[in-house]
């Protein structure tokens, strides 16, 4: 997509949480295959900028945190690139321009998310803006919120609907 991004991160960036519909855009698919995506931004298109970090939430059944990674662009009006737009599934949504960052991922979580019937139990974390009203692509995550979902994810934690399973 696009050559190497440099990696001077600044101290003060943002966090976020971006949410796909997997029955809009195959999500799963992507984050097996690509290193890097262009995102919609929806709301908060003044606020995101290069070097934010950014989860990957899924939508549905599985809701969750799937990736973490790090917008490597400022916000710009454009179509997806031609790898994002083969997993649209409307054609047109891919086409469309629209303002979209570059979200390099940094770890991936396909075989160990952090689900959603996890989070909404969690006592800081069930109250992050995607479980509150999760009509949306992007949501901004507080410093405490970030701060306990890395705690959860450096220590793999797992929820299988009945207890913390640790790897």
């Given amino acids: 997509m696009r050559e ?23 999500i799963h698919s992507s984050l097996q295959r690509e290193s890097e995506e262009y995102w919609n931004l929806r709301q908060h298109w003044r606020d995101i900028k290069k070097w934010d970090e950014v989860y990957i939430w899924l939508s549905g059944a599985d809701a969750g945190i799937y990736a973490r990674g790090v917008v490597v662009t400022d916000p710009e009006l454009r179509s997806d690139s031609a790898e994002g737009q083969q997993y649209w599934s409307s054609a047109e949504e891919g086409k469309q321009p629209r303002s979209r960052v570059l979200v390099q991922y940094q770890d991936k979580f396909l075989d160990r998310p952090l689900l959603r019937k996890f989070l909404v139990h969690e006592p800081i974390l069930s109250c992050m803006s995607i479980l509150m009203n999760p009509r949306g692509t992007n949501f901004r995550l507080a410093a405490h919120e970030r701060d306990e979902l890395e705690s959860w994810l450096r220590e793999s934690r797992l929820w299988d609907g009945s207890r913390v399973m640790f790897r």
């Avoid at 190497?4 to 195959?26: C, G, K, L, M, V």
Wanted: no cysteine; net charge neutral; aromatic share 14%.
């Fill in 4 to 26: 190497s991004h440099s990696t001077h991160i600044p101290s003060q960036r943002s966090h976020w949480i971006f949410q796909a519909n997997p029955e809009r855009y195959d």
